[in-house]
């Protein structure tokens, strides 16, 4: 059985630091893009940073600078370094892996990890 598992969440003061992590586990061929996306109360969930299995990297401009995303393809996992949080970050992170799960195939599908929940205290 495939998951995502999420760690790292947790309440911090504004200016804080958090980090995430999400492993991907079961039986899995290749990672193509793994990503965390956030929800705020009231609000859609928003892509945050994401990372191709070659390095490329996005960021959503309200997290530029402060937010770092990182991965380890041999440990199946994605991190993300949280820095100099602030109230507005405030939320549910999720974790998201695009997996690839036989070699007779180049389809893929999404997986979604449980959420971790992140509050920043201003």
């Known amino acids: 059985q495939v998951q995502l598992v999420e760690s790292g969440g947790g309440l911090v003061q504004a200016g804080g630091s958090l980090r995430l992590s999400c492993a991907a586990s079961?039986?899995?061929?290749?990672?193509?893009?793994m990503g965390w996306y956030r929800q705020a109360p009231g609000k859609q969930r928003e892509l945050v940073a994401s990372?191709?299995?070659?390095?490329?990297?996005y960021y959503a401009d309200s997290v530029k600078g402060r937010f770092t995303i990182s991965r380890d393809n041999a440990k199946n996992t994605v991190y993300l370094q949280m820095n100099s949080l602030k109230p507005e970050d405030t939320g549910v992170y999720y974790c998201?892996?695009?997996?690839?799960?036989?070699?007779?195939?180049?389809?893929?599908?999404?997986?979604w990890g449980q959420g971790t929940q992140v509050t920043v205290s201003s």
């Open positions: 998201n892996a695009d997996l690839r799960l036989n070699s007779w195939t180049t389809m893929s599908r999404q997986y």
């Open positions: 079961g039986r899995i061929f290749s990672i193509n893009d």
């Open positions: 990372i191709t299995s070659g390095g490329s990297i």
